[in-house]
């Protein structure tokens, strides 16, 4: 089955850059987002990348796809305080078995301390 | 953007009740509603998928006649947890899928559930 996994835990100092990785299993996969999980709220999309694109950059945030190594990764430049939340990586398959359900990772806590 | 309105934001029952979560969407059209639960510091775990005018489809593991699902409109979805006992204390959260190929899901706020 579909499989995503994420580091659990990322620390970093205000004005750093963040980067959240995330690995997939399903090569059939062909939208892939990133959304930020605040305590005890929803879930809010913060950007998404197509399979067939490398990179998409949006203000700070830059996501890098690596389709080969089935890759994944959220850069967050110039971290701030309000950045502290949980960060999912999804998976999304048009067409096949699982079409048009989410497939979430673990999750990252990212952690911003001044 | 598309908006969905999840209610309550969270409830307090007693053991042996029936607690029912609603999911609107405010402006579109949803036909198929997602329904998740998230246990504390873990990742969403898909629940079910509701779907307008016709039966939910569960995800295996889940008891159907617990979590009884309902999408009688297409702007409106509910969950009703049956009989609630203190182990179905979670984090419930909805989420519509996109209308176009462009947009991410769009999520409920969520609803704490405590079963005391």
């Known amino acids: 089955g579909e499989d995503v996994e994420q580091s659990l835990f990322l620390s970093v100092r205000e004005g750093d850059s963040s980067v959240i990785n995330c690995t997939y299993t399903d090569s059939s996969s062909t939208y892939l987002y990133w959304y930020k999980q605040e305590p005890g709220a929803g879930l809010q999309l913060l950007t998404y990348?197509?399979?067939?694109?490398d990179m998409k950059q949006d203000q700070r945030l830059t996501v890098l796809l690596n389709k080969k190594d089935k890759h994944l990764s959220l850069r967050i430049a110039d971290t701030q305080t309000g950045d502290s939340a949980i960060y999912f990586c999804a998976e999304r398959d048009i067409g096949g078995k699982n079409t048009d359900k989410l497939i979430f990772g673990t999750g990252t806590r990212l952690q911003v301390f001044p | 953007g598309a908006v969905v309105s999840q209610h309550p934001s969270w409830v307090i029952c007693k053991s042996g009740t029936s607690v029912k979560i609603e999911c609107r969407s405010l402006d579109f059209q949803a036909t198929t509603m997602f329904w998740y639960r998230q246990f504390p510091k873990q990742s969403l775990m898909l629940m079910a998928t509701s779907n307008e005018g016709s039966k939910a489809t569960y995800e295996q593991g889940v008891e159907k006649d617990k979590f009884l699902i309902n999408h009688a409109s297409l702007t409106l979805s509910t969950l009703t947890v049956t009989s609630a006992h203190p182990e179905d204390s979670s984090f419930y959260i909805c989420s519509a899928p996109p209308g176009g190929l462009d947009y991410g899901y769009t999520f409920g706020s969520g609803t704490r559930l405590t079963v005391v």
């Open positions: 990348i197509f399979s067939n694109m």
